[in-house]
């Protein structure tokens, strides 16, 4: 859940077109995004934060690429694994399936990042 939250407040500040414009609206007023979406992360399988169609595998990458530890180093594998099942697993909790084409490039950007 903390890796999606992340993920999401992240989108909002760099794809708000896929949040949902309720979730959207609502966020503008949130201080803490990652704390919002974390709350609302809770809701599940009601009220999807975002609109599923719109999201891509290279959407999700430049996310990945950008993430960086405290001291500005880049992640490890396992961290970015650990987000790659935390993307699986949000479409899992609004019981959205997630399309072959997704999951597939998904894959294959990661097998490049190992």
Known sequence: MRSMSKF???????????ISPEVSLLADTAANKVS????????APNDPPIIFELLTAPVFMKWIVSLRKKNGDKPGVSSH??????????????????????????SNHFRGLK
């Open 81 to 106: 694994s650990s987000h790659r099942s935390g993307l699986f697993h949000l479409f899992v909790a609004y019981h959205v399936t997630m399309p072959q084409e997704l999951e597939k490039e998904v």
């Open 8 to 18: 999401l407040a992240w989108l909002f500040f760099n794809n708000r077109h896929i």
């Open 36 to 43: 919002f979406f974390k709350s609302i992360l809770q809701t």
